[in-house]
């Protein structure tokens, strides 16, 4: 059987507000960063704590919902897929990862008075 998994879930906090594009076929786009945390033991008796940064890209109706509802600080729930890349800088090569999220959640309650209306999004497979 030659099957392989290549799923990424995270919960974390949104590092900035998303960045918000449409591609030439009309398909929109929304780019962020999402900071994880993780708690280690130090040499001592106490505890190191390491935050972790994550490029984020969501397309379609969820980079819609990312627009309207995702803002700096943020605490949300993702699944995705990771996808590698690199680009070139003054000649050198510079790995990229980011997460090609399918689903989004967000975790953080909305503010006093305001309402949020979510909907079932499935995105097709391949995006």
Same mark, same amino acid.
């Given at each position: 059987m030659s099957r392989s998994v290549n799923k990424v879930i *995270? $919960?974390?906090?949104? #590092?900035?507000d998303p960045e918000v594009r449409e591609t030439r076929s009309g398909t929109k786009v929304a780019n962020f960063s999402l900071a994880t945390n993780h708690r280690y033991p130090d040499e001592g008796e106490g505890f190191r704590?390491? +935050? %972790?940064?994550?490029? $984020? +890209?969501?397309?379609?109706? +969820?980079?819609?919902?990312? !627009? %309207?509802?995702?803002?700096?600080? @943020?605490? $949300?729930? *993702?699944?995705?897929? *990771?996808?590698? %890349?690199?680009?070139?800088? @003054? #000649?050198?090569t510079i790995p990229t990862a980011e997460v090609q999220v399918r689903e989004l959640l967000l975790l953080t309650p909305p503010a006093a008075g305001e309402t949020v209306e979510v909907e079932e999004? !499935?995105?097709?497979? #391949?995006v």
């Open positions: *995270l $919960v974390g906090h949104v #590092g900035r704590e390491r +935050t %972790d940064w994550h490029r $984020v +890209t969501v397309w379609n109706r +969820t980079a819609q919902f990312a !627009e %309207d509802y995702v803002r700096k600080g @943020d605490r $949300v729930y *993702l699944e995705g897929r *990771l996808e590698y %890349d690199s680009y070139e800088r @003054d #000649g050198v999004i !499935e995105e097709p497979a #391949g």
